[in-house]
Every structure is written in C-alpha cells, then in structure tokens.
C-alpha cells in the first residue's frame, strides 16, 4: 500500500511540475529571462567576434562631429537579438500557432535585409549601404506577403476593423484590400520607423523593449475570450502564444542594452532595427492596435516625421528658391536636440521617459474605452 501511495504521489507531483508549464504567463516570464539570459552570454563572444573580422561602424561625414569616434565600433550586433529571440520562443512558444510563425518569418525577413544592407557598408565602407528602392522593394515583398496571408486566413469580419481606442463603438470596416494596404504600412512604416530612430547609443533599443512589453498585456487580452469581451476587444483565437515572442524580445533587448548603454560596445544595425520594427508591427496588426502602437511609438513617429518634413521642404526650396533650406538643424530629430547643445545621454534618455509616458498612456486605452 505504501509503495503504491508514494508511485501515486510520484506521478500526480511530475502531472502537476508539467501542467504548471502550460501557464501563458509563466512562459512569457521564462521566456523574457531565457532570452536575457542568451544576450548576455553570448554579447561578449559575439562583439569580440564582430570586433576580430573588423565589422565595424562607417559613421557619415555629414553627420555630427561627435560621432566620428564612434567609426569602428562593431555594429550588426541585432544578429545577438535575433539569435536570442529565435532560441527562446523555439524553447517555449507552441510551434504549431500560425502567428507566431507569422512574426518569426517577417522578423527574420527583414533582418536578411537589414543584415545585407549593415554587410554593404562594412565591406564596401558605405554608410549608404543598399540602395534604397531595393531596401523598399523587398521590404514591400515581405510586408505584402504577411498582408495578404494575415488577410486571408482570417474567418472572422472583426479581425479586419480599424479599433479606435478610447471608444467602446467605433470600428471601421476596412474590408480585405484596406486591411492588406494598412498591415502593409504599419510593417514597413514601423520597421523603418525603428531604423531611423537608431543613431544613438541605447535610444532606439529601450522603447522597443518598453513598447514590446506593454504589448504582452494587449495580446493576452485579444487571444483570452472572456478578456477581450470584457474589454471589448475583438478576440484573435491563438493571438495570446504572442506573449511569449513578446516576452523575448523584452528580454533580448533588455540583455543587449547592457552593451548598447553608453558608451556602446555594439550597435544594433539594420538588421537589429528592421527586424524588430517589423515585428512589432506585425503584432499589432494581428491584435488590431495598430493606432495604440501609432501612440506608444510616438518617438519613432516623429523621428520618422522629421526626416521626411526636412527632405520635403528640402527639396522643395531647392525647386523654388535655387537653394535648399532645412527646418531642423539636423535630422533625425534626435541629431537637432545634439546640435542644439544636448548630450547624446540628455537626448536618449529624455525620449525614454517621453515613451514610458506614451507606453502608459497607450496602456490606459484596455479600460478606457
């Protein structure tokens, strides 16, 4: 009796060690700490790497005189990222979601391309790197790609709205070919978005893990039934296996912050920052909050702003007046702030604290609504 009590005892505990796993919340937790765990470990190996085949930073000449001791610095270090988020959500995403596929596939996708663009400027020592159209041209592929297939697997109408946040009634049928046009934008507006922002030590890499973290939330309401009736959210069955490739990218973003503060052992690169843009992205769409990643990414909005308002009247003026004048002293924006007598750290960590705030106030939009 008692061996049969203590096999019984045996059995229930590993049932009850195993079933414990299946939490969402617990995996997501596991998987932010894996993924850290792996940039960590491996940042060093891989900056000494970078380091040894000289894959360093090309800094423009145009761009502020303080950055030209940043020349040689080992970039492409995104490749640490994405080891580390791929690893992890391999550990403890369930393989058999169509969604998280969906993101790993576009994530990976634009990281080729970014990672090709970095390869340009290393070897060839242009900080031009790919052409543009052929940057556009396969981000468009991608994003298209991930438009239509996102558009066409879903059976439900709701999936397909524009949700307003703030209120409880207003949602606009985009239809299927609305809903591929703006997927399309959101990937490859928010994958450049996050590119452009990433010109100092440690800016754009926080309020991606920031952004990607108070997202978490916003997936396991959409993929919980009684959550997202509740908050009236439209219901994306499966969309909650999202938390956990959330959850990685938090953590692998946090682990290589610790070599991207300043001054940055690393930097990210193209293939960092086009890849996790894309991604979030991607997210967003499949949860259908694309507005409330519009607000929690107000800093890669207006960076993004700025380059093209500063392009815009550009060249405009050049057309009308001989010559061209520029509105910011610099663009991006984070460059006018340095010219503009700001310390790279006053800039970084200023647009921190302006994200935190545009992070809770995209938070207020679950109950506020």
């Known amino acids: 009796m008692l061996l049969l009590f203590f096999q019984w005892l045996a059995q229930e505990t590993q049932t009850r060690a195993f079933s414990v796993f299946n939490y969402l919340t617990l995996r997501t937790v596991l998987a932010a700490m894996t993924a850290m765990f792996f940039s960590l470990a491996l940042g060093p190996k891989v900056i000494r790497w970078l380091a040894a085949k000289k894959i360093g930073q090309a800094v423009r000449q145009c761009g502020p005189e303080t950055h030209l001791a940043k020349s040689g610095t080992p970039t492409m270090g995104g490749v640490l990222i994405l080891v580390a988020i791929a690893l992890t959500t391999l550990l403890w995403c369930d393989l058999a979601n169509r969604y998280v596929w969906t993101v790993l596939i576009v994530m990976s996708g634009f990281g080729i391309i970014g990672w090709y663009d970095d390869w340009k400027k290393v070897v060839y020592r242009d900080p031009k790197g790919l052409a543009s159209r052929w940057k556009f041209l396969w981000q468009s592929v991608l994003g298209l790609g991930a438009a239509l297939f996102l558009a066409f697997s879903s059976n439900n109408p709701a999936q397909t709205e524009l949700i307003v946040p703030f209120f409880k009634t207003i949602a606009y049928p985009l239809g299927i070919w609305g809903f591929v046009a703006l997927t399309y934008f959101v990937i490859v507006g928010t994958s450049n ?23 978490v939330i916003f997936t396991y309401v959409a993929g919980h039934a009684r959550y997202a009736e509740y908050l009236i959210f439209p219901y994306v069955s499966g969309a909650g296996e999202l938390c956990i490739l959330l959850g990685a990218i938090a953590g692998a973003g946090l682990g290589f912050l610790w070599f991207n503060a300043y001054p940055a052992e690393v930097f990210m690169g193209d293939v960092g920052a086009l890849s996790l843009g894309a991604a979030l992205g991607c997210v967003a769409v499949i949860v259908r909050q694309e507005i409330v990643l519009f607000i929690m990414g107000g800093v890669f909005v207006v960076e993004t702003l700025s380059v093209m308002i500063q392009v815009g009247w550009f060249q405009y003026t050049l057309r009308r007046y001989g010559a061209g004048r520029r509105i910011f002293l610099m663009a991006p924006l984070h460059h006018h702030f340095e010219q503009s007598g700001w310390k790279e750290t006053q800039v970084v960590v200023r647009f921190w604290i302006i994200t935190i705030l545009l992070v809770l106030f995209g938070l207020s939009t679950l109950k506020l609504r």
């Open 193 to 215: 978005a996050i590119n452009l922002t990433d010109g100092l030590d440690g800016l754009a890499i926080m309020p991606t893990v920031m952004i990607a973290a108070a997202f």
